[in-house]
């Protein structure tokens, strides 16, 4: 494949990392020269472990090759410029792979590991390794030859008492032992096999080896020192050298444990990629030389190889002078032409190019719908937004999607560990330039308000410039130091937040309460401790809780789009006209009300839905179970099968997690599962009955076989253990009260169906609480027998630009 036949990368499925011997001096400078992205990433890694990496790569320091300084600093230039690529070019690949060292590359760039404690990590992996056998006492050495598993060389390897470190492909092994026996092979193998090709490397250790035994052990104790920083769900988009598959998240930490003693399988790795993305895929090797593209080769797969700024710019291309701002970010790929019952065929473009490096905030499309001033706050180009979708399925990935594309996408944090949200943000903030459409969600946790707070923390100390607020319906403290902190003047005189609140309602008296100003009480409250000052708070006296206000109607019943969106409309209008203080606030309170957009969210599945939410009178549209079904929402792929099949019929709703008790519900898929039956049943056992010990021996024993898969005093004991998810008042009150015990055992079992679906572990597909509507039937519905029937075809961008174009055809009258 020449340099002009390559698609974009931002239609790279797959991402693969080389390992230690593809070091080399100047490695990374080129992008750290370019790019602030990179240059933050060095610094990140520099700062984790006191040392300057960028000296130890840039310049002739003989300590690039010692394999306790190697690591860390090859791992920081693979990810530095995977977040450049990311960032400027769109790469947002689907699946991830990395040769030995580059295993762990591959896991910080899926998001499986934080990258700073994996620096610190990888260079304590480094030193047991140099520690584990004398300097000069091990060696590794390349073996080529046609068919070499066949060939009888390893053969006279084993019993030369050497080892296979690394099956790297059809043609090449890597063999690892004391140095002396390594040495004394080549003679041996030259003899019995004139052909081959003896290569020795240049690494300091015998790695892949049982001479690695106490690095292992080592390497094993320090892995478990930073088990709450590992995402196992993640890794399962990552394949393991130990196995040759994609890594299973029951066994993540062994297998990843044992990889230093055990054998690469790149072999086995590569096919797996290779078959995950299937004929049509596109991989790319980022690192310092192209190590792994023979290896793919000689398998008949190409790759593309990413070393410099030049190659990235298109292998040969001209590249942008210093100074000009960095990477065009890709155009989208075709998507189907819109349309109720649309056919195989006609094509439209999703949207057109993103503006060079998002230097500057994105322009409004005018041809699109929607306000222009919303897409000048966001600075998005469209009226458009990807919701924060919970558990971690409106993930980091997502997000960088659509900012590459001037689109905005806000991520998900409900139900995500607050350590895992911090290294999302940390990593979002390294990879997106200034003016980049991006944000982050905060859904209201009723069970843990402590968590609100800690959590609206993170985000002002990420400097998170958007916030999707949910399940609020009225300003809380959390809600009001995201409003308030940061607030300067404008140059036109007018408080200037440090971030916008998009706050999604579904009753016009919560909109009013958000287009009022913060309650003064709880601001001064935050001023007392310490989170606000006292200028901030002046500031805000006036200015209302929300930017933007949008619609979503309950789930579990009440007045729908059609009737709700002019309501809340009428209600900031009325805001807006106000005189005087007759709503809490004066005039410019008033003058600042009328200025709030309201959007739409909620069953936009197709776009003619799209279009009648804008017919209605919605600036801006959210939409949220749609991207689901996306390669970027960070869900299993066998929930994204029973998404991409199901139909408007298929879907359900079922009791919520966080307001079952009161009634609450929320949309489910019904179709390919017992959950929503299952959960009903609970629910009415909570209703009947109100404690555990009040259910008969039939009903506790299906619970416990088919819906907890285990004991329920056991759920309890290990959900009363966990203060972080629970209060410690909500356990103490759980404690006492048998009823509020079992509400949290009902709840463990509601919040573990999630992540039940997006582990995506076969045996319990019965279980999954798969969240979505009836919007993603119709979605489904309108693509099918096009390029986006199926999921693995579908960004989360292309889905923005299929849905407004389409809506703008219907507004036109052409659709």
Known sequence: MTAQTWPPLSRADVVVFPGQGSQRQGMGQDFHQRFPAARAAFEEASDAIGIDIRAICFTDDPRLHVTEFTQPCLLTMEIAVFRVLAAEFGLAPRFFGGHSLGELTALVAAGALPFAPTVRLVRARGGAMQEAVPADQGAMAALILDDIAESGALDLVTAAGVEVANHNSPKQVVISGLAGRVAGLRPVLADAHPDLTFIPLRISVPAHSQLMRPAGERFSARLAEVAGDLDPLRAASVVSNATGEFHDPRRFAADLARQITSPVRWLDDMRTLAAAAGPAGHIVEVGPRAALASFFRALGVETRTITTVDEAFGLGSDPVPRGEPAAPVAQPAPVAQPGPRAQPGPVV???????????????????????????????????????????????????????????????????????????????????????????????????????????????????????????????????????????????????????????????????????????????ADLRARGLLTAEEVRLGADLPMADDLCVEPWAGGGPGLLELLPAVRAVRDRAGAGAGAAAGGGVDAHQAAGRVRVGAAGGLGSPRAVAAAFALGAEFVLTGSVNQCTVEADTSDLVKDLLASAGVADFTTAPDVDSFELGGRVPVLRRGGLFAARADRLDELYRRHGEL?????????????????????????????????????????????????????????????????????????????????PALGAFNDVVRGTRLAGWRDRHVDELAGFLMRGAAEVLAGRG
């Open 693 to 773: 010990a009040a259910l008969c021996a039939e009903d506790r024993q299906r619970l416990e076989k088919d819906l907890f898969r285990r004991n329920l005093d056991d759920v309890w004991r290990e959900l009363s253990a966990d203060p972080d998810r629970w209060s410690a008042a909500v356990l103490a009150g759980a404690r006492e009260d048998v009823r509020q015990r079992m509400v949290l055992v009902v709840r463990w079992y509601l919040a573990e169906s999630t992540r039940r679906a997006r582990a995506g572990d076969p045996a319990e597909t019965l279980n999954f609480q798969v969240r979505g509507g």
């Open 349 to 523: 473009q999703a949207l057109p190019p993103a503006p060079v490096a998002m230097a500057a905030p994105a322009a409004h499309d005018p041809e699109f719908p929607g306000s222009a001033a919303w897409c000048r706050a966001h600075r998005a180009r469209i009226a458009y937004a990807a919701g924060g979708m919970g558990a971690g399925v409106g993930s980091a990935r997502l997000v960088l999607r659509m900012a590459g594309t001037g689109l905005l996408g806000y991520l998900g944090t409900s139900d995500v560990p607050l350590e895992r949200v911090a290294a999302e943000l940390a990593r979002l903030r390294a990879a997106l330039p200034a003016h980049a459409p991006w944000g982050a969600n905060i859904t209201r946790a009723p069970w843990h308000p402590r968590r609100d707070e800690d959590l609206a923390d993170l985000l002002v100390r990420g400097e998170v410039p958007d916030v999707e607020v949910a399940g609020f319906t009225e300003p809380t403290a959390a809600l009001v130091r995201l409003r308030l902190a940061g607030l300067r003047p404008g140059p036109d005189g007018r408080p200037r937040p440090a971030r916008l609140m998009l706050v999604k309602v579904a009753h016009p008296d919560a909109a009013t309460r958000f287009l009022a100003p913060p309650p003064p009480a709880v601001a």
